[in-house]
């Protein structure tokens, strides 16, 4: 093989290497690009996403409160109905005592 065949081989073998690197590169771009539809619809869904968690701790920051009212209320209630009942009981006692003492009162007339 002479100088010039081996140049010219050598030429044609880095070529070959060339152009499959070339090609390989642009199948890798051509997979792995994203295309501009794709960005937009990211983007809206992270935007959705965004408003859909906003939601979702507004509900929870609500039900927090609603359900700290309702404890509230309740204690209430229960503190009104315990103070309703002390004061039916103390009349029912009230209520004995007077007929005990009209009852005693009545035959000594």
């Known amino acids: 093989m002479s100088r010039t065949e081996f140049v010219i081989a050598t030429a044609i073998i880095l070529f070959v290497a060339f152009c499959l690197g070339w090609f390989a590169s642009w199948l890798v771009n051509r997979f792995t690009r994203v295309a501009a539809d794709d960005v937009a619809q990211l983007d809206r869904m992270s935007q959705e996403l965004h408003e859909a968690e906003e939601t979702r701790d507004q509900a929870i920051t609500y039900l927090q409160q609603r ?4 404890t509230n209320q309740l204690a209430q209630t229960e503190a009104e109905l315990r103070a309703a009942m002390d004061g039916l009981r ?10 005990a003492h009209l009852a005693s009162a009545r035959p000594a007339s």
């Open 67 to 70: 359900e700290a009212e309702l």
């Open 90 to 99: 103390d009349a029912r006692h009230e209520t004995e005592d007077m007929r």
